[in-house]
C-alpha cells in the first residue's frame, strides 16, 4: 500500500471565505500516483472547515448568511471563549458546524465525486497562515 501526506496552507485576507480546494487535491492524487484507495482532505486549524459541496456562489453567500444567522460575529461579548482575550469564539461554532474533514474514494486514479461534488476550504478566522492536511492512502 502506498501512502502519501502533503499540507496545502492558506492566508486569507478576509475573516470568512469558501475556496475550491479540488484542484489542489487532485494534483495530490497525481503527485501520489495512487489509482485505487482513500483521500482524506482535513482542516488542521479549529476555526475552518474542509467540506464538500456545490460549486455555485449564491449557496456560498447562503451559507455565510446562515452561519451568521446561527453564530454571529458580533457582539464578541456574548461568546464565553471571547472571555480568554480571543475574538473567534463565532469562528469555532461555525466549524463545528460546516465539520472537519471529508474522505472521497478514489477510483481509477480519479476523486470518485457524486454529482457536483467539489471540496471547499472553509475559513472562518483568516488573515493568518493555516493548514490543510492531504492524506492518500492505496495503490
Ligand atoms: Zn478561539
Known amino acids: ?11 486569507i485576507p478576509s475573516r470568512r471565505a469558501f475556496i475550491n480546494i479540488t484542484p489542489q487535491v487532485n494534483e495530490c492524487l497525481r503527485e501520489s500516483g495512487i489509482k485505487e484507495g482513500l483521500a482524506l482532505v482535513n482542516a488542521m486549524h479549529i476555526t475552518a472547515s474542509v467540506f464538500i459541496n456545490d460549486n455555485e456562489s449564491g449557496l456560498h453567500l447562503d451559507y455565510d448568511v446562515w452561519l451568521e444567522k446561527l453564530a454571529p460575529h458580533e457582539p464578541i461579548s456574548q461568546y464565553q471563549h471571547n472571555r480568554t482575550g480571543e475574538d473567534n469564539g463565532d469562528a469555532h461554532l461555525k466549524r463545528q458546524v460546516m465539520g472537519r474533514e471529508v474522505v472521497v474514494a ?22 493568518r497562515r493555516k493548514r490543510v492536511l492531504v492524506k492518500i492512502i492505496g495503490d
Open 1 to 11: 500500500m502506498k501512502s502519501f501526506r502533503k499540507e496545502l496552507w492558506f492566508d
Open 106 to 127: 478514489v477510483t481509477g486514479g480519479n476523486l470518485d465525486f457524486g454529482t457536483w461534488e467539489q471540496i471547499f476550504y472553509g475559513e472562518f478566522d483568516g488573515r
